[in-house]
């Protein structure tokens, strides 16, 4: 399983980030990171986290591993969303997409990968590994239907199938 993170769409579910000054940034990024890091080794998943660098990145993209999780900072005027894209259509079908954006969403499952918004996400990595939620229990329900008229759309089935195996 491999996670592809629009960073700060994941950042931006905890609180605005947009008014801290680069050196809170920076610490928030490392929390995030460090989260992620503890999420992956109860997981065991490959998690790659894209962050914009479009209005003060570097010339070219960069990418660097820091705790076991992939990093990419787009470049200089280059959006992460145009990096995810790219991505997903490197991994396939087999990647979750974790963002809240439409665009990247709706590109991500024209692609046949699996979409999870950020605040699900979020939800998700800060439950504990072996209580499954309400919201899990609800999603077994809903599989469960029985006949064409009642079956989940290729989507739905697509999403609850990789929000089990978060």
Same mark, same amino acid.
């Given at each position: 399983?491999?996670?592809?993170?629009?960073?700060?769409?994941?950042?931006? @579910?905890?609180?605005?980030?947009f008014r801290l000054d680069p050196t809170d940034l920076?610490?928030?990024?490392?929390?995030l990171i460090g989260e992620l890091s503890v999420y992956r080794r109860q997981r065991s998943c490959q998690i790659t986290v894209v962050f914009d660098g479009w209005q003060g990145g570097w010339a070219s993209e960069t990418r660097e591993v820091r705790?076991?999780?992939?990093?990419?900072f787009s470049k200089l005027g280059e959006k992460a969303d145009e990096v995810?894209?790219?991505? @997903?259509?490197?991994?396939?079908?087999? $990647?979750? @997409?974790?963002? $809240?954006?439409?665009? @990247? $969403?709706?590109?991500?499952?024209g692609m $046949?990968?699996?979409?999870?918004?950020?605040?699900?996400?979020?939800e998700k990595m800060e439950r504990p590994v072996d209580k499954p939620g309400k919201e899990e229990e609800e999603e077994r329900t809903a599989t469960r239907r029985k006949g064409p008229s009642r079956r989940l759309s290729k989507k739905e089935r697509r999403r609850f199938t990789a929000l089990r195996k978060l």
């Open positions: 399983m491999h996670l592809i993170i629009d960073g700060y769409n994941l950042l931006h @579910v905890r609180r605005s980030i920076e610490r928030e990024r490392d929390r705790k076991g999780i992939e990093l990419i995810i894209k790219r991505l @997903v259509r490197e991994k396939g079908a087999g $990647s979750i @997409v974790i963002t $809240s954006d439409r665009d @990247v $969403s709706r590109y991500a499952e $046949s990968a699996a979409v999870i918004p950020s605040d699900q996400f979020r």
